[in-house]
């Protein structure tokens, strides 16, 4: 099949997500290896986005194959009521590496997934109904976490399910609450608060955060905040909910980015890093005054691959690799050298207002004029962006452009030369914005 022939029977046949697919121009790829994905035509392209975030170990690692290869060949699904070499195994580890008390672990096929059954727990769990997210967050895609994510695409998708509350994050997206993180932690609390009277603490079940916001922004928390937020909802009986979807597994520099704030949530959700995406799998983390009330109440969630051993078995793989060949320490270690290029960039490329990373999370922010005042409004585009992102592939490099910005997620297992070859490409690309910046 040539690749011509890939592409039109792709999109005659199945359908792209977050897209009018008359519009898609796939591209086919043959290959993947460590930080480097090959074309049909040869090509070589840096993976400067871990494809979705979620391929923390690189791809193909020979280890984690071999290991999908041995459970492959030993047993991959028996009924989610069974136990399992695997089940066992990656629950122990999970209970062991999870901070806190969080030992006890539903197995599922998506951080998608993952929130829609914590909904479940923390409903089940409190007895009250309203859930409080972010407007800069995304959860997930289906029905539920639609309506739990906060940015524009949950809009196509309402009215979606009741009882989901909006909050403001404490980094709006063209303002702050004040000048310091404490006076932005402090105004953002004290606005939430509020919110909680107006809407009644004892009918409000849990409140969920991107621990480190992902697509919209790449934005750590502010000194302070996770631990302010995690007193306030103690103050009136409401559940934490941590997700770490694209935050966990080592992409910030620890395995869980809320080691960075010292707190430990109620719950914790997870998927992407936690298999590196070699196969689907995703995971809610409860802590054990949760798994207690589940111990005595039936817990009314259930899915026909929960606890799959295909997945599993990747998932203990790959977790292995992680730790062994030191890649959450390699991922704080290369956080210093991406954000020294960003601020290289910054100061040498008018319309790049900056960038943020923690870890290797980061993103770079592009300015239409002096003032700082972005280049693209909320949920908006500009032409530039998009002769900018055809750059990058045409130049080798693989990451995503939304709005005004664009991603900096490789793989974990990226080294330094790598790293500043994926800023020189950006740094060629830049002159591109330059041109329509405002002075």
Request: hydrophobic share 40%.
């Amino acid at each position: 099949m040539t690749p011509e022939e890939t592409i039109a029977l792709c999109k005659q046949h199945t359908m792209y997500t977050w897209a009018k697919n008359s519009a898609v121009v796939p591209k086919v790829i043959d290959r993947a290896e460590g930080v480097y994905m090959y074309t049909s035509d040869g090509r070589r392209i840096l993976d400067w986005n871990s494809q979705l975030m979620s391929v923390n170990i690189g791809h193909g690692h020979p280890k984690v194959l071999e290991a999908m290869k041995k459970q492959i060949d030993e047993l991959l699904f028996v009924w989610p009521a069974t136990a399992t070499k695997p089940r066992a195994e990656l629950g122990k580890l999970l209970s062991e590496l999870v901070p806190g008390d969080i030992n006890t672990f539903f197995f599922c096929l998506s951080g998608a997934e993952a929130n829609e059954n914590a909904i479940k727990a923390v409903r089940q769990y409190s007895g009250r109904f309203k859930i409080l997210s972010r407007y800069r967050s995304f959860h997930g895609a289906t029905n539920a976490t639609m309506q739990l994510t906060g940015d524009p695409r949950r809009l196509a998708n309402e009215p979606g399910a009741p009882g989901f509350i909006k909050v403001m994050d404490p980094w709006p997206y063209t303002w702050s609450w004040g000048k310091t993180d404490a006076e932005i932690v402090a105004a953002n609390l004290t606005y939430l608060e509020e919110l909680i009277q107006y809407e009644g603490p004892e009918s409000i079940a849990a409140m969920w955060i991107e621990t480190v916001t992902g697509t919209n922004g790449i934005l750590p928390p502010p000194e302070g905040y996770l631990k302010g937020l995690r007193a306030l909802l103690d103050k009136y009986g409401i559940l934490l909910v941590c997700d770490e979807v694209m935050c966990g597994f080592g992409r910030t520099g620890k395995l869980f980015a809320f080691e960075h704030g010292d707190i430990v949530p109620d719950i914790v959700c997870m998927a992407k890093g936690l298999t590196s995406s070699y196969v689907p799998l995703g995971a809610m983390g409860v802590s054990d005054k949760i798994a207690a009330h589940f111990q005595e109440n039936v817990f009314w969630g259930g899915l026909t691959h929960n606890s799959h051993c295909l997945g599993l078995a990747t998932a203990l793989a790959n977790i292995r690799v992680l730790l062994d060949e030191g890649l959450v320490e390699n991922a704080a270690r290369l956080q210093g050298t991406m954000r020294s290029e960003m601020d290289r960039l910054a100061a040498k490329h008018p319309s790049c207002k900056g960038g943020r990373a923690i870890g290797l999370f980061g993103m770079m922010d592009v300015q239409r004029n002096s003032k700082g005042e972005p280049l693209v409004p909320y949920n908006g585009s500009h032409p530039a962006m998009a002769e900018l992102s055809n750059f990058f592939w045409d130049n080798g490099l693989f990451t995503f452009v939304r709005w005004g910005s664009f991603m900096c997620n490789p793989p974990l297992c990226i080294t330094e030369e790598q790293l500043l070859e994926g800023f020189e490409i950006i740094d060629r690309g830049l002159d591109i914005t330059d041109r329509v910046f405002e002075a």
